[in-house]
Every structure is written in C-alpha cells, then in structure tokens.
C-alpha cells in the first residue's frame, strides 16, 4: 500500500516537472516577442541551472555544458555571419543572443524529445538520432519563422540569401543552412558518445 501511494507521487512528480518543462519552453519562445531576445535568451540560460538543480535532475547539467560547448564552436566559426537589426548585447565582437540561443535552444530541444521517447520505445543511436532530428527540424523552422515574420529579429550579415521553401526563414547561405540543421542531430551525437546518462523526469544525477 505504501509502496502504491509512494509510486502515485512520483508519477504526479513527474507529470508537473513535464508539464513545467513545456510551459516554461513556450513561455520563454514567446517572451522573445515581448522583451528584448538577447535578454530572454541569456536569462533563460541562466536560470535553466537552478532549475535543474530544484527538480532534482541535476545529471541535464551535463547536456547544458555539451550544447553550450558546441554553441561556443558554431559561434567561433560562424560569428562573422551574424549582424542584427537589433543593438545586440555584444563580448569583444561575439554576438552572445546567438551564443546562447543556440546553447539553450538545443537543450530545450533535449528536454522535448525525452518527454517523448519513451513512448515510441526506439532503441539504439540510429533510431534515436532519427527520433530527435523529427522533433528537431520542424521545432527549428518553427521558432525561426516566428523570430522573422512575427519577431522580427533579422540577421541583416545574411538577409540578401534566400530562406528555406515555405516557411522563407533562415535565410543563410546553403552551408549554413545545412549546419543549422545538422546542429540538433550533432548535439544528440555527442551526448551519446560522451556516455551521458537518459534524462529520466525526475533522476537524480549519478553520484
């Protein structure tokens, strides 16, 4: 009996940090509509680290570090590609709304597809891999079609390229797009070969 009731908490446990989790991740999509991008984004960063810390799942801060590590690479490569219409806030030359929207945006994308995966049960990277980028992809078009035509937030280095069909967002040149795309199923790929363990709602990180 108290075996059931201590199982029963946890599932509501874990059915409100889910919950959380998705309301959070919108709210913050959104905010950038409504309060400065570079501020939404660095804040949100930020304030992921008590976050995971308060619900208990302090072994994400390992996929934090992973997706701010490649953030930091993309950035070194590509920041000359990046030239706002917006007074961005800026370190030495480093366009830091890209820096950490690319860091916190893959993480949310993390935190989306474990919600999910377990109902699929797919095992093994491939399948995984697969599973990640189906969430990835559109979650990807999504928020940049939203920063372009509803936000406004226009990379003015790359506005002359064209953007994808369709949705006329990411407007980069074709080797960025690509990247823009690979970042997702590059970041799951890592995770997997640094042995991260699965971000189970609710797990308490390896001691």
Request: one cysteine or more; charged letters at 10%.
């Amino acid at each position: 009996m108290a075996s059931s009731k201590k199982g029963k908490k946890f599932r509501n446990h874990k059915k409100w940090i889910v919950f959380f989790d998705r309301a959070l991740i919108v709210a913050g999509v959104f905010s950038i509509g409504l309060f400065r991008p570079d501020y939404v984004v660095i804040a949100s960063y930020f304030l992921a680290i008590p976050y995971l810390i308060f619900t208990k799942r302090t072994n994400l801060l390992n996929h934090l570090m992973v997706a701010s590590g490649l953030a930091a690479l993309w950035m070194l490569i590509a920041n000359g590609e990046y030239r706002y219409n917006m007074p961005f806030l800026n370190f030495h030359g480093l366009s830091l709304y890209s820096l950490f929207a690319w860091a916190i945006g893959l993480f949310a994308v993390y935190i989306l597809y474990f919600h999910f995966e377990h109902i699929f049960r797919w095992h093994g990277y491939s399948s995984q891999v697969l599973l990640l980028t189906a969430f990835y992809w559109p979650l990807l078009i999504a928020v940049e079609t939203l920063a372009y035509h509803i936000f406004y937030v226009v990379n003015m280095q790359t506005a002359g390229y064209p953007g994808l069909p369709l949705c006329d967002c990411i407007h980069a040149p074709l080797a960025m797009q690509i990247a823009y795309l690979a970042m997702g199923p590059i970041f799951f790929t890592l995770c997997f070969l640094f042995g991260l363990e699965r971000s189970t709602v609710g797990k308490k990180a390896r001691r």
